[in-house]
C-alpha cells in the first residue's frame, strides 16, 4: 500500500500514486493501520470502497478478490430496473456469459435493457 502509493520505482505506482492516491499520514505507522482496520482476515485484502478516494479509514475494507474486481475503475457499469451493476455481476445474476451480454451492447447496439433481458 505504502510503496505503490510513494514509490515511483514500484511497478503499480502509475495506479496509484501516480493518479494522487495517497496514505493517510496516521497509517504510516503500523500500530494506527492496524487499530483502524485490524487484523487481516484470511483470504481478504485491503480495499479501497471509492477507488479513486485515498487509503484512510473511511475508504477502506477488507475484500474478497472478487470483490475487488467488481470495484475497479475499468469495470463497466450497467442499470436495469434501477439496479445498478457490473457486467460480471449481471452475468453471474442472470446466467449470461460475459461475451453475450458484451457482444450484444458493443457489437449489435442493443440497449441495456434488451441485452440483459433475451
Known amino acids: 500500500m505504502l510503496a505503490r502509493c510513494q514509490n ?8 496509484y ?7 493517510c499520514p496516521e497509517w504510516h505507522k503500523f ?15 485491503i480495499d ?3 477507488n479513486n478516494g485515498n487509503y484512510e479509514s473511511g ?5 474478497t478478490r472478487k ?10 457499469f450497467l442499470t436495469h430496473n434501477d439496479k445498478t451493476q457490473t457486467i460480471a455481476q449481471w452475468t453471474e445474476e442472470l446466467g449470461f456469459s460475459r461475451a453475450v451480454i ?9 440497449s441495456t435493457e434488451r441485452a440483459l433481458t433475451r
Open 8 to 15: 515511483p520505482n514500484d511497478p503499480s505506482y502509475h495506479n
Open 17 to 23: 500514486g501516480g493518479r494522487g492516491i495517497t496514505v
Open 31 to 45: 500500530e494506527n493501520f492496524f487499530a483502524d482496520m485490524g487484523k487481516m482476515p484470511e483470504g481478504l485484502s
Open 48 to 50: 479501497r470502497i471509492d
Open 59 to 63: 475508504n477502506c475494507r477488507w475484500a
Open 67 to 76: 470483490e475487488q474486481n467488481n470495484n475497479t475503475r475499468n469495470n463497466r
Open 102 to 110: 458484451s457482444t450484444r451492447i458493443n457489437r449489435s447496439g442493443w
